[in-house]
């Protein structure tokens, strides 16, 4: 007969090795390169160039040095009505 | 690819079918792009407006109703003769239909379309199989609906979470939430982006656990104390990957995405997403704690429920981290402040789990309304309000002008904000109230129950406030999709972007 | 490797290693347990819920008695369940092996029931406590069940029918009133909730090990 606690055992190894060795895999295979690339997939290079009113000058400076000339953002932009500059 | 139909209300294709090839190629390279990805975004869009637009409406439909549901059972708490001489209204139906209504009505329905609408946009290629999704999210709702008429009627299959009757809406579910998962899968196979963002990993990992879990918890054969463990396998799970993933998934896009900064630490998302996996999946049982199951099961999951520590410091950190030094958007963005503060009853929620689950506090706050605060923290603080700030992101990129009324997205907020902050507040210390005055067995019973009751009455007061929110923004909603031709003149269309408008000059005109 | 293999590989990897862990934990949490929970056999003094009951268990479900009452007492070594007087000891998985499903219920805004017969034996007070909680308690919010009644004319009662004898200033005036077969049901379903009978120590939660095997008596808890 099996005892309780050797079947949870396989279980939970089961449950924690299955994945990592999946993780250990795709990192092998290099999925795991240029993570910040992956993190970056969701922006164009408007969201990059776009004028955010909460930001401090220093950071729109930033951006503006990385990205090239500020655009301004649609009414609307962020989810609200009417002007972007209205809170 | 399915041709759009034709646009009414100054949507995308509108904005499209009006500007030339060139015009099309003129605003891409003003924006940086190649002319054919600022059409994948516009088709990405476009192929998804009809199906979420649906789905937003059917979830508002249940929103409304389902908070209505709520208000009634939370009268009933403390003035139980109220309604009280139909059947279907007594309160443990109507508290069935408010939780079904809610969960499975309202927050399932807005994810569902948040996930349809994000997806495209994620891979970068259009909604494959737009009517197989709506034809899914008919059949779905049906089965919602027939699942809590049934339920009114006084037919429930018993076990909490899992009431609606397995043969008569459990088809309607299962075929509904399969074709929208096969539209859904079937975009993610013909995806043409080069990376795989971490909330195409919570979306798909939602919609291969909650067939999952379904299964598990409607499973027939189940006797006596297996079907509590199965029971509470489901119910907690479901909360954990159907609803936070799914909207852990809209965080980590809509925040930066609007501060137009990536997240803080990729690699912390990553950790995030299995470690959630492998924590949560083992914490049901702390709903049992001091039940009749084997003490092993319930060790298991309060160790699993500390150990979620991992996963939500990594996303708290993660969002914080990205948010931090421009909490000021939340002035601009509507987005921003629902999805944000979302983000932080996330973490809350959790940390308050984490520790709800052991033993020694457990012994306190179990069988009291403090379970139910902890629950509207995660179901209405967390989820509602990530759903509401998605919404409104979405909404406007789907009609094509912004929302109408600042007025109303403000009072909106405002009365969600402070019903769910009366309700929390009031119902955790009601239930710990109760909960201290059950430990005391010098304590007569009925102390308990009247210790309860100033807070129920601030429930219900929370409660009201937040159906009155639900129908400002249901309203709102209306005016916005109802918008006609006319006055898009007015205010120009959201995606419409002509060359012109990006010269200093035409901006000053423009203002 | 081509960049379309790579792009199926990744989303592969994360819809297999999703699915593996949740098969892992529905494992260990479900499977696991329901196998162990073949050996649970109910005490000779536990006998099945006779039809009646049965239906009446029914109407407990279909009017939601679930989400105010709890059927489960607690260790005395953890809490004060046995002390508060809702039972003599705490409930095992041998007191439920005629559940289906379980209603171990998670809220106590009333007393929890699963000795209920034992401490309150009487039909007649089922019936009123279910016609108007209020007639026996003024300071209970339970919900009245008028439905599960019939307002009758005084002198309209068949033979065989069962009069609910409310007392005192809450009676209502000038009609009788009848108890259907539903209330009837529920209470006989109520009356038989009784799990106070003895169990060998080595029946309890804790002590099972084996999944198959017989009972190891281990004695104690395994807090």
Redesign the interface.
């Known amino acids: 007969m099996l005892p309780t606690s050797l079947a949870v055992a396989i279980a939970t190894a089961a449950m924690t090795l299955v994945p990592a060795l999946l993780l250990l895999w795709a990192w092998r295979r290099g999925l795991f390169r240029d993570l910040d690339a992956q993190s970056r997939v969701i922006f164009e290079p408007r969201d990059w160039r776009i004028e955010r009113p909460w930001e401090a000058p220093s950071d729109r400076l930033a951006r503006e040095a990385a990205h090239g000339p500020l655009e301004s953002p649609q009414p609307g932009e962020w989810g609200g009505a009417g002007r972007s500059d209205t809170a | 690819m399915s041709a759009p139909d034709t646009p009414r209300f100054g949507s995308v294709e509108a904005a499209r079918g009006r500007l030339t090839l060139e015009e099309v190629g003129a605003i891409a390279s003003s924006?940086?792009?190649a002319p054919e990805?600022l059409e994948v975004?516009l088709r990405a869009d476009a192929s998804s407006r009809r199906a979420v637009l649906a789905l937003f409406a059917v979830a508002l439909g249940w929103l409304i109703i389902g908070t209505i549901f709520g208000d009634i059972a939370s009268i009933?708490?403390?003035s139980?003769?109220f309604l009280?001489?139909?059947?279907w209204l007594?309160?443990?139906?109507v508290?069935?239909a408010h939780l079904h209504a809610v969960n499975y009505g309202w927050a399932t329905a807005a994810l569902i379309g948040m996930a349809l609408w994000l997806m495209p946009?994620?891979v970068h290629t259009e909604l494959k199989g737009v009517p197989i999704a709506i034809g899914g999210a008919v059949l779905f709702t049906i089965g919602i609906a027939a699942g809590i008429v049934a339920v009114l009627a006084?037919?429930?299959?018993?076990?909490?979470w899992l009431e609606a009757p397995r043969w008569l809406a459990g088809p309607f579910l299962v075929i509904g939430g399969g074709l929208i998962g096969l539209s859904l899968f079937w975009t993610?196979?013909s995806?043409k982006?080069?990376?795989?963002?971490?909330?195409?990993?919570y979306i798909?990992?939602a919609f291969?656990?909650f067939p999952?879990?379904y299964l598990?918890g409607k499973w027939p054969t189940?006797?006596?104390?297996?079907?509590?463990?199965?029971?509470w396998?489901f119910a907690h799970?479901v909360l954990g990957?159907w609803l936070t993933a799914l909207s852990v998934g809209g965080a980590y896009?809509f925040i930066?995405?609007?501060?137009?900064r990536?997240?803080y630490s990729?690699?912390l998302?990553?950790v995030g997403f299995?470690s959630l996996?492998?924590f949560y999946?083992?914490n049901?049982?702390h709903?049992?704690v001091?039940?009749?199951?084997?003490?092993?099961?319930i060790?298991?999951?309060i160790v699993a429920s500390v150990f979620m520590f991992i996963p939500v410091v990594a996303t708290a950190i993660n969002l914080h981290m990205t948010v931090v030094g421009?909490f000021?958007?939340l002035?601009?963005?509507?987005?921003?402040r629902f999805v944000v503060l979302g983000a932080f009853a996330y973490t809350a929620v959790s940390l308050q789990g984490s520790f709800t689950a052991l033993?020694e506090v457990n012994?306190v706050t179990?069988?009291?309304?403090w379970?139910?605060a902890h629950s509207h923290v995660g179901a209405y603080a967390f989820v509602t309000f990530v759903a509401f700030?998605a919404m409104?992101?979405i909404v406007?990129r789907l009609v094509g002008?912004?929302?109408?009324?600042?007025r109303?997205?403000r009072w909106h907020f405002n009365l969600v904000l402070a019903g769910i902050a009366i309700y929390v507040v009031a119902l955790s210390w009601a239930g710990v109230a109760?909960g201290l005055a059950?430990?005391?067995?010098a304590t007569p019973?009925?102390e308990?129950?009247?210790r309860t009751l100033p807070g129920l009455w601030a429930r219900t007061f929370g409660g009201l406030l937040l159906t009155a929110g639900h129908l400002v923004f249901a309203y709102h909603f209306w005016i916005m999709v109802r918008t006609p031709e006319r006055a898009r003149r007015t205010?120009?269309p959201?995606?419409e972007?002509r060359p012109v408008?990006?010269t200093a000059e035409a901006?000053a005109a423009r203002r | 490797m081509s960049r379309r293999g790579d792009l199926m590989a990744r989303t592969s990897l994360v819809a297999l290693g999703a699915f593996a862990i949740m098969a892992s934990a529905i494992t260990i949490l479900v499977v696991i347990p329901k196998t162990m929970m073949r050996e649970v056999r109910a005490m000779p003094e536990l006998a099945p819920y006779t039809e009646q009951q049965l239906v009446g268990r029914q109407v407990y479900i279909a009017n939601g008695c679930i989400y105010c009452h709890s059927q489960q007492i607690r260790d005395p070594a953890f809490t004060t369940d046995v002390n508060r007087g809702w039972g003599s000891r705490a409930t095992v998985p041998e007191d439920y092996v005629h559940d289906r499903p379980h209603l171990l219920g998670t809220m106590r805004t009333g007393p929890d029931l699963i000795n209920v017969g034992q401490r309150l034996p009487s039909v007649d007070w089922h019936l009123i406590h279910l016609y108007d909680p209020r007639a026996v308690f003024e300071w209970s919010t339970m919900p009245a069940f008028p439905f599960l009644f019939e307002e009758r004319q005084p002198n309209d009662v068949r033979p065989g029918e069962k009069v609910v004898p409310i007392p005192g200033p809450r009676a209502p005036r000038g009609v009788t009133i009848v108890a259907k077969p539903e209330a009837l049901a529920l209470v006989d379903y109520l009356v038989s909730l009784k799990r106070q009978y003895p169990i060998a120590d080595s029946l309890r939660a804790g002590d099972r090990m084996a999944i198959g095997g017989g009972t190891h008596g281990a004695g104690g808890t395994h807090d």
């Open positions: 924006r940086g792009l990805d975004r009933k708490l403390h139980p003769d009280t001489r139909t059947s007594t309160f443990g139906r508290r069935t946009r994620l006084g037919w429930s299959d018993g076990m909490e993610v196979a995806r982006s080069e990376h795989l963002y971490v909330s195409v990993w798909l990992g291969i656990w999952m879990l598990v189940y006797v006596g104390v297996e079907s509590a463990a199965a029971n396998f799970n990957f896009y930066p995405k609007v501060l137009g990536p997240i990729y690699q998302s990553i299995w996996a492998m999946s083992l049901g049982m709903h049992l001091g039940g009749p199951l084997p003490t092993w099961m060790t298991t999951s421009r000021g958007a002035r601009y963005s509507p987005t921003l033993r012994r179990h069988f009291t309304h379970t139910v700030g409104y992101y406007p002008h912004e929302w109408p009324s600042e109303l997205i109760q059950l430990l005391d067995p019973f009925q308990s129950l009247r205010r120009p959201f995606h972007a408008l990006y901006e």
